[in-house]
């Protein structure tokens, strides 16, 4: 079990200056808990390995579905992806994958450009990103960081295709949607202001 110390006690025993220890512990570098008043601590052992300059990037478990109905199937990701890795948290997002805005995925990406990730495990390609991970992939290697995806099944050309066309109509449909009842919502207030004059 890993001891934990005080800022003070890691900058006497390691040199490290307390607000280095605070960006490690931020970037998930290094393992620190909270003191019942709140103050961080930090672990020995993470420590240790930082100093022996053992690669302490994070591992990072990704896990999408599409839409808040898929909640099933975004917990079974997760604990899919947990068997490989279950020292490490996973990182779970409600989001098409043809969104490269994503809020969660926008925090990866940045932090493997600063380096700070070492390894981004998905289920599936198409669970990171629908269409380009090709792209994606070569970003993160061109920074020192693996992609792992476990269940990298093949798919034939067509099958692929069937795929890619079912998430572009997906896209267009919600869209239409949101669309339609932005259209219905203005002319209600129109009405409304027209009532009112």
Known sequence: MSRYITPQEAKKQFGFHPKTLNRWAVAGKIDFIRSVGGHARYSVNSLEQVAHGEDTRKVILYARVST???????????EYISKAYPQCRVIS??????????KNFIEIMEAVARKEV????VAHKDRLVRFGFEFIEWFCNSHNC??????????????????????????????????RRYKDEIKKEVEQLDKQA
């Open 146 to 179: 693996q992609i792992e995806v476990i269940n990298n099944s093949y798919k034939t050309p067509h099958q692929e295709l069937v795929d890619d066309f079912m998430a572009i109509m997906h896209c267009f449909s919600s869209k239409l949607y949101f669309l």
């Open 68 to 78: 808040a109905g898929q909640k099933e199937d975004l917990q079974s990701q997760s």
């Open 93 to 102: 997002e409600t989001g098409s994958g043809m969104n490269f805005k994503r």
């Open 118 to 121: 070492k390894l981004i495990v």
